[in-house]
């Protein structure tokens, strides 16, 4: 079996975990995510790394990992250094093929010590400094478009927050599927979508929001909770016709 990887820089030292990752991963038992894809941590020259891998493709996609677009492993990689401190830091990433095509891959990074996803705060109608918190979320929300970067899955378990003691620090992961463009007004609120927050949360959200970009508040409110409710119509029709309760 064949293997190809990249190790980031000022991470050589992670060379040899990287490379030994499929007997190391194996023998872990600290999973803190199971379901297509698998998370685990790991201590390793006294620091804390996420290790990704991911479930193994379809005859299909190996081919086309292997030959015509960058593995899911490569693609987190790839975008993490883009984006940079929006995202926990990149040691590395390493793909096994056989026979030419794609077997496995993982994507090592270190772990973020954050204190709660943004789920908390959407879910628990009395967590603490929630106003302060998602005006917070606005503000990196607004930087994140700045640069351009939309992520495809910006969903709560997907945006994690760092309690500070002036503030609150976010940082985005599972961001093998990401854009980079220049982003209109209704794009970016579009993005917030996917919180499946509460028309109040979402109001609090895109006020915020509206003030750095010099928009009116109004429209952007509107827009922000029409994108948010047509997200929540899609999904719960689609839960319907499975027989699966919804949620509003």
């Known amino acids: 079996m064949s293997y190809r990887y990249i190790i980031n820089i000022g991470c050589e030292k992670f060379k040899e975990f990287t490379l030994n990752i499929k007997n190391i991963f194996s023998e872990n038992q600290q ?3 199971k379901a297509r894809n698998e998370l685990k941590i ?35 990689y790839d975008n993490s250094i883009i984006i940079g401190d929006f995202t926990p830091k990149p040691v590395s990433y390493i793909e096994y093929f056989s026979y030419g095509l794609i ?17 908390e705060p959407l879910i628990k109608p009395d967590f603490e400094n929630k106003e302060e918190i998602f005006k917070a979320f606005a503000n990196f929300s607004f930087k994140l478009h700045d640069r351009g970067i939309f992520h495809k899955d910006f969903s709560p378990g997907n945006i994690l ?17 990401m854009k980079f463009m220049p982003l209109s007004l209704e794009k970016r ?15 609090i959200i ?6 750095l970009m ?29 027989g699966i309760e919804v949620v509003d």
Not at 43 to 69: G, H
Not at 189 to 203: G, H, I, P, Y
């Open 189 to 203: 609120l579009k993005n917030f979508s996917k919180l499946w927050a509460k028309n109040e949360d979402m109001k």
């Open 161 to 177: 927050v760092k309690v500070l003691e002036n503030g609150y620090e976010f940082k985005i992961v599972d961001i093998n599927r």
């Open 42 to 76: 790991f201590n390793f020259e006294q620091e804390e790394l996420v290790v990704k891998s991911f479930k193994k493709p379809n005859l299909l996609n190996r081919l086309i990992y292997s030959y015509f677009r960058s593995s899911k492993a490569k693609k987190s």
């Open 103 to 119: 077997e496995q891959s993982y994507f090592i990074s270190q772990r973020f010590d954050y204190d709660f996803t943004i789920r």
């Open 206 to 211: 895109a006020q915020e929001y509206a003030k």
């Open 31 to 33: 999973t803190i995510h």
């Open 214 to 242: 010099n928009e009116d508040e109004e429209k952007c409110i509107d827009l922000a909770i029409r994108f948010s409710q047509k997200h929540k119509d899609r999904i719960n029709m689609k839960k319907r016709l499975r």
